[in-house]
T-cell receptor, first 113, second 111 residues
Framework: GENVEQHPSTLSVQEGDSAVIKCTYS??????FPWYKQELGKGPQLIID?????GEKKDQRIAVTLNKTAKHFSLHITETQPEDSAVYFC????????????FGAGTRLFVKA | DADVTQTPRNRITKTGKRIMLECSQT?????MYWYRQDPGLGLRLIYY???????NKGEISDGYSVSRQAQAKFSLSLESAIPNQTALYFC??????????FGEGSRLTVL
């Protein structure tokens, strides 16, 4: 089955700097790659996703890149702000039904003011 | 009000007790899920349901059972709780197009 590895487990950046979180997956059938942000005491919330027919997607300060050949995808946050501090999860699934969504272990991002 | 509501939000219980975590949603989605979150392990799927008559095991279903009482309600039961079931539990819904919508979580401690 699918296995998703996420690095780093903890990331600390200065406000205004960029943050990059990387994930690799094992199942070549995976074709949907969402990223979720979990704030303290809350449930995870989708912040951006990418499908396998797209190499890059951007939404304001957040971007995701996908390399299907190498089976890895990354989240890029530019001009980080203190409110970006949270736990981020990458995930991969061979379908959009959700029932085969496999999550990475999570990255705790600290943005220092 | 939240679209996906979980009760209780926090529960402390003893080994051997039966526990039920409840989830209700107002999103109108047919698909509902129960996930477990442990530090360093991400989110792991316990059970999922595509409609009231469809219940499926996820990757870590041992020791758990579920009931889909209605399209909007999906409950998770621990028949005889054990300490290694101490975790944060999340209910989620989806419309089948990708995004999962999570509740705010139920923190369970088994002593």
């Amino acid at each position: 089955g699918e296995n998703v590895e996420q690095h780093p487990s903890t990331l600390s950046v200065q406000e205004g700097d960029s943050a990059v979180i990387k994930c690799t997956y094992s199942d070549s059938a995976s074709n949907y790659f969402p990223w979720y942000k979990q704030e303290l005491g809350k449930g995870p919330q989708l912040i951006i996703d990418i499908r396998s027919n797209v190499g890059e997607k951007k939404d304001q300060r957040i971007a995701v890149t996908l390399n299907k050949t190498a089976k890895h995808f990354s989240l890029h946050i530019t001009e980080t702000q203190p409110e970006d501090s949270a736990v981020y999860f990458c995930a991969a699934t061979p379908n959009t039904g959700g029932f085969k969504t496999i999550f990475g272990a999570g990255t705790r991002l600290f943005v220092k003011a | 009000d939240a679209d996906v509501t979980q009760t209780p939000r926090n529960r402390i219980t003893k080994t051997g007790k039966r526990i039920m975590l409840e989830c209700s949603q107002t999103k109108g989605h047919d698909r509902m899920y129960w996930y477990r979150q442990d530090p360093g392990l991400g989110l792991r799927l316990i059970y999922y349901s595509f409609d009231v008559k469809d219940i499926n095991k996820g990757e870590i279903s041992d020791g758990y059972s579920v009931s889909r009482q209605a399209q909007a309600k999906f409950s998770l039961s621990l028949e005889s709780a054990i300490p290694n079931q101490t975790a944060l539990y999340f209910c989620a819904t989806s419309d089948g197009y990708g995004e999962l919508f999570f509740g705010e979580g139920s923190r369970l401690t088994v002593l």
